[in-house]
């Protein structure tokens, strides 16, 4: 199970995205640490996707934040598309996932993973949407 406070974020809530998302996300939110997921991100349209992948090599950069104000993850799941009621209807799926931060230690926090087809979607192999080829 997730820490129920954690949040690892790799697209427009990062920090190094600059978009106007990560304001939002600081006002309610410190930062606990970059690190990776295991997964494969896509790109949907000016934002990314990420998919679960048991391949240790496909790696996604991100940041975990500690969540400190009430009402922070709901308030994610609508930004994400998310319905954790039925979670299939979502655009997104909150799901728990075990993030490796750089300095070696080894949370589970919850991730959004992309909750539709990728395969006309342009894979962003980096595996870091802040620093993709665009």
Excluded at 37 to 65: H, K, M, N, Q, T
């Amino acid at each position: 199970m997730a820490d129920p406070d954690l949040i690892f974020v790799y697209g427009t809530l990062r920090r190094v995205s600059g978009h106007e998302a990560h304001a939002r996300l600081a006002g309610a939110a410190v930062p606990v640490g970059d690190g990776w997921i295991r997964g494969r991100l896509y790109l949907v349209e000016d934002y990314p996707g990420l998919v679960a992948s048991e391949d240790g090599a496909a790696r996604v950069r991100g940041e975990v934040y500690r969540l400190t104000a009430a009402g922070a993850l709901a308030a994610l799941d609508r930004y994400e598309g998310c319905d954790p009621i039925e979670p299939s209807r979502g655009l997104y799926r909150r799901v728990a996932a075990e993030v490796t931060l750089d300095d070696g230690r080894r949370v589970v926090a919850w991730v959004y993973l992309y909750n539709r087809s990728v395969a006309s979607l342009r894979p962003i192999a980096s595996g870091d949407y802040c620093s993709r080829q665009r």
